[in-house]
């Protein structure tokens, strides 16, 4: 329901990413988030990927992605995602 994301992906890209998403995931609770990045607003990300081992961290902000990887988890965009793993 972002405007943003409408002229980034399409339909059927979204739709892939909801299947992967849903089949591949797990709750993970975080518990108090520690300051971690630039953006007060993204350390809840970082924190969760962070404590669910994550291998990446989807996103479109630039902050974020600028860092390119936290410990194990890689930050990319979900055009990238999307070009690794449903092409």
């Not at 002229?7 to 992967?20: C, D, V």
């Not at 990300?45 to 479109?60: E, R």
């Not at 194990?72 to 995602?81: G, H, S, V, Y």
């Amino acid at each position: 329901s972002r405007p943003i994301f409408q002229n980034k992906i399409n339909w059927k890209e979204i739709q892939e990413f909801k299947y992967i998403f849903l089949e591949k995931s797990i709750v993970i609770k975080i518990g108090k988030v520690e300051k971690i990045v630039r953006d007060i607003k993204d350390d809840y990300l970082v924190n969760l990927s962070k404590k669910g081992n994550a291998h990446y961290l989807i996103t479109g902000d630039s902050d974020l992605l600028v860092l390119s990887r936290i410990g194990n988890t890689e930050i990319i965009t979900m055009t990238e995602f999307l070009k690794r793993f449903i092409a």
